[in-house]
């Protein structure tokens, strides 16, 4: 039985806290807000027996195991500190935190208490995904050339909005451009080069980013993310051989169809019953039963080379925050 | 009745030559080559009264309409020039020449000597893709966030290949970039700022080139070619009520698809029994018969506006020939 909180229960908490019940020994046990009367009505809807309107009193549970932070992007930083520091082992919503400099921070703190860290990056654990990568790895498409992945909707504009505000680290590029650059980064690794460009609204946020990197081998990666408009959301691999192509949304797709030159295309389908949240609780359980304070699929070194790359984007965009 | 020239019977002369036995009123009437016997085995295919040996006997047939110049690229400039100051009329495969300075020099001949000149950029004359800007602005989707395009497929390696060769302007830029380009262009007109990536093979063409570009409302053009691997070669169009996708190959497809945001995708399929260079042909046909010496629709000021982002990228991406 591992026992879980809940630090921030928004809307993605939400849909994490229901995806936990179908995950095996998971125990939803705690929830905390900066509103007490926000937690309570989170606890009331899942049946958690511990709420608190203040975020440092999860750690007045010694017997809780694990908390999901769901913050807000500027406080995933301090939030994790604050629960490492306290002993509790955290799974962190992406991004990680606002920089290079916190992350780094977050992973000291982790490795010097012996804590466990994870980037909720929940899109690593997708099993359509881990296909797509068994895929390439074992040669379907032959040697692989590049990526390509877009991630556009259309955002309800509300200057108000914490996705318009710059101050709470608001735009395109934090929330799902992001993801872009994590299936680059899943496919082909750290790039040698990377230009990127971005478009910025009236509230000076970055609502289109477009992003090119090249690799070693002169593999090149094609992204572009927008707040501005409704994309496919497909993400491919290109090679030599063939091409592979997560349908939309990819990140949590359910399905990839293999095109072989010259062969017949192949489907490979997912079915599921849940938003897939599950996979990477399912994870940070397996690690915590195992008691590792790292996970092997989803580093803490990736999450440092993860957020390397959102700030190289952020200097060639000139995306401030 | 107009009669066509062609210089240069390779590939694409003998696609162009099979549509164009299926436009009204045009007649295959001479082809040239730097080989006699080539020339000779062309006008036999097509029963084309005229061939020669030499690219400037075809200005020995005054009765000669137009000619299509489907030399190499390298070539395109002196070829064009030749025949328009030999006073006929010129339809010049694309890339126009290889640079801006060439593609304004044989602007300017083609002005002074009053004679029609127009570079072969068929896919701006497809039904599909005229069907896809008239979308547009009907206001089918919105307003217009931006483009993306892809062209990518996979080239068998010849390091003797003219693909494959600088000096003869090889490369995924010229042959096959200047499509997304040319989408982004068509659609949105000329960019404020353009970011470009190439990888580089090993004979020293841009094996793969990667573009972003923005607009003067923030819009965003995101273009991607290959010739190491093959891509859907699909084209959008995203917009805030909707998307318009141009089904692959995007350059010369018979479909399209737009999406708007709440409501069923719509399919517009134009089917064709031809590559699709009849309509090209049938425009310069018309442009003939009017006596205009420029085409409305694809001016000579688009080839110097197509050529200058062409150059832009080279600059950017650091292609040489």
């Known amino acids: 039985m591992i026992r879980w909180g809940i630090l921030g229960p928004g809307h993605i908490a939400h849909k994490f806290a229901k995806d936990l019940l179908t995950v095996p020994d998971a125990t939803l046990y705690a929830v905390a807000s900066s509103d007490q009367q926000r937690a309570d009505e989170f606890a009331g809807q899942y049946a958690i027996p511990h709420s608190f309107g203040r975020y440092e009193d999860l750690l007045t549970l010694p017997e809780l195991d694990v908390v999901y932070v769901a913050t807000r992007h500027i406080r995933h930083h301090d939030d994790a500190v604050m629960l490492l520091n306290g002993g509790k082992a955290v799974l ?23 804590v466990f860290l994870m980037e909720a990056l929940w899109s690593r654990f997708m099993p359509t995904l881990l ?99 409704k994309t496919p959301c497909e993400a491919f691999v290109y090679g030599t051989e063939g091409l592979i192509k997560v349908h939309g949304r990819w990140h949590e797709s359910t399905s990839l169809t293999v095109e072989r030159i010259g062969e017949e295309p192949e489907t490979h389908t997912f079915e599921r019953a849940t938003f897939g949240y599950n996979f990477e609780a399912k994870h940070v359980m397996d690690c915590l039963t195992n008691g590792q304070t790292e996970s092997p699929l989803w580093s803490l070194t990736d999450s440092l080379n993860l957020m390397t790359l959102l700030d190289q984007v952020r200097a060639e965009a000139g995306i401030e925050y």
């Open 92 to 114: 962190g919503e992406k991004p990680f935190a606002m920089n290079l400099a916190q992350v780094q921070h977050m992973v000291d703190t982790a490795r010097s208490k012996r």
């Open 131 to 229: 296909k797509a990568r068994e895929l390439v790895e074992s040669g379907a498409i032959g040697q692989v050339t590049g990526v390509r992945a877009d991630f556009g909707f259309k955002a309800m504009f509300d200057p108000e909005g914490r996705l318009f505000d710059k101050k709470l680290g608001g735009g395109a590029l934090l929330d799902i451009g992001i993801y872009p650059l994590f299936w680059s980064y899943f496919i082909l690794g750290m790039p040698q080069s990377i230009k990127a460009t971005a478009t910025f609204g009236s509230t000076g946020v970055d609502e289109q980013v477009g992003i090119i990197m090249t690799y070693a081998d002169g593999e090149m990666a094609i992204l572009d993310s927008t707040l501005r408009a």
